[in-house]
């Protein structure tokens, strides 16, 4: 019963420094989602995937990387850390695109501060 | 790029106030949905619509897309306690665009 879980919840890093937020998910889900949220502000998307070896930028694409080997797995890469990209990170996946009676569902959240 | 207005930013209200909620957009968007976050938690999906003019009801929520594909409510009766979160709108059409969301305060 666990659906999307993201690892670190946590982290702090130095400008410069690279990681990677990692996000799983065991619903068998085809699409999956990278949004980040900025205090008192919505959602942006990042990066999605429809599917292993899928990926597409979303509105806010720059700094970032994303791969997906496969269907359960969607990483997302820091290269070069940047003070800009403190924020709250949400990894998310439905079955079919959202919109088509398919929910999305969320993972707890990273929350990143870049130092 | 798209944007959506949500208003308002925050709403102060008593426990069993009904509650209502708008987004715009000067975009159309082929499907509207509304969700509720919690602190530190992840947006929860409360209410997709699909169609203009669709009018939803989950339990005491009902949401309902305009006409125009422009716009969307989410009206909450009788408000209790655990209605508190932010509450953000999202227009979907090739990707999904958040409202900056409602912020829902209820006063003891």
């Known amino acids: 019963n666990a659906g999307v879980t993201q690892t670190p919840k946590f982290r702090i890093l130095k400008i410069g420094q690279s990681m990677t937020l990692q996000c799983t998910q065991d619903?068998?889900?085809?699409?999956m989602y990278w949004y980040r949220q900025d205090p008192g502000m919505g959602l942006k998307l990042i990066y999605y995937s429809v599917g292993a070896g899928i990926t597409d930028k979303g509105e806010v694409p720059n700094g970032y990387n994303v791969s997906r080997s496969t269907t359960e797995d969607f990483p997302l890469r820091l290269e070069l850390a940047a003070p800009s990209q403190t924020s709250v990170y949400f990894c998310a996946s439905s079955y079919y695109r959202v919109g088509v009676d398919q929910p999305q569902h969320f993972g707890d959240g990273t929350r990143l501060s870049i130092l | 790029g798209q944007q959506l207005n949500q208003s308002p930013q925050s709403m102060f209200i008593q426990e069993g106030e009904d509650v209502s909620m708008n987004c715009t957009s000067s975009?159309?968007?082929?499907?509207w949905l509304w969700y509720k976050q919690d602190p530190g938690e992840g947006p929860v999906l409360l209410i997709a619509?699909?169609?203009?003019?669709e009018l939803t009801s989950n339990g005491r929520l009902t949401a309902q897309f305009g006409i125009t594909r422009k716009d969307s409510f989410l009206n909450i009766s009788a408000s209790i306690p655990s209605d508190v979160g932010i509450y953000f709108c999202?227009?979907?059409?090739?990707?999904?665009?958040f409202g900056k969301g409602t912020r829902l305060h209820i006063l003891p």
């Open positions: 619903m068998n889900h085809n699409y």
């Open positions: 619509l699909y169609k203009a003019g």
């Open positions: 999202a227009g979907h059409d090739d990707k999904i665009i």
């Open positions: 975009s159309i968007f082929n499907t």
